[in-house]
């Protein structure tokens, strides 16, 4: 079993709810923190469930699975009771097999699930994926990974638009790989230096600001070429 201490003032990250808080999540997880982590991220991947913390949980995985086990004696020490090579080997199976699932409920169910007004299958969830995949062609499944509810609803959108198995099983699976191993060999190396665990709280800030920002861009960029039709538009019109 391997420890990482961590402060109360860490333990709960402020600015988080606690289902989203991934030193909360491992720790109400207990003995079960391996499955538990596997769970979230099967759902995650393409289970209609795309509000939870994929990104961080996997960074402070990584990190718990390389600390001291002196770490224990630690008055507040999160504690969890997996290895690193349990992690990287299982993470990416649970991601392929949720992008799977989501590919399945795109080809057999369709999108008719989201509605606007919905409280997690949102509407506009569905057509930021949808832009979001036309743009980038089968790579898109990849880098969707990194994107939080884009990488829930890419398979879905994927399955709907009736993309080849085989096309998707190989951008699914690369994808799995290079983000759930990826980011807990990145937490299990940085892991090791104390300063980066006096700020986890920013650190996990820095990560949500950088998987959302593809958002952002991207919302950023259709507004400026909906301003420049608008704006050629009123030119014609004026001529």
Not at 59 to 82: E, Q, R, Y
Request: proline share 5%.
């Amino acid at each position: 079993m391997n420890y990482l201490a961590l402060t109360q003032t860490t333990t709960n990250v402020a600015l988080m709810p606690d289902f989203l808080d991934p030193i909360h999540l491992i720790n109400s997880f207990g003995t079960w923190a391996l499955i538990g982590l596997l769970v979230v991220i099967f759902v995650e991947s393409g289970v209609l469930f795309p509000v939870l913390p994929g990104d961080s949980l996997l960074f402070v995985a990584g990190m718990l699975s390389t600390a001291s086990a002196a770490a224990a004696a630690d008055k507040g020490a999160a504690s969890a009771n997996f290895e690193l090579w349990q992690l990287v080997l299982l993470v990416p199976i649970a991601g392929l097999l949720g992008g799977f699932v989501g590919y399945g409920i795109g080809r057999f169910l369709g999108t008719s699930m989201f509605k606007p007004d919905a409280r997690f299958l949102k509407q506009k969830y569905l057509d930021e994926a949808h832009t979001f995949f036309e743009q980038r062609g089968p790579f898109a499944i990849v880098i969707a990974r990194f994107v939080p509810i884009v990488r829930t609803i890419a398979p879905i959108v994927a399955g709907a638009a009736r993309m080849r198995f085989p096309a998707f099983a190989l951008f699914n699976i690369l994808g799995a790989i290079i983000w759930g191993s990826g980011l807990i060999l990145l937490g299990a190396w940085l892991g090791r230096f104390d300063i980066i665990q006096k700020l986890l709280e920013p650190i996990f800030i820095v990560i949500v600001l950088l998987s959302i920002s593809p958002m952002f861009i991207e919302w950023y960029r259709r507004r400026r070429a909906g301003k420049a039709a608008a704006a050629e538009l009123d030119d014609a019109a004026a001529s």
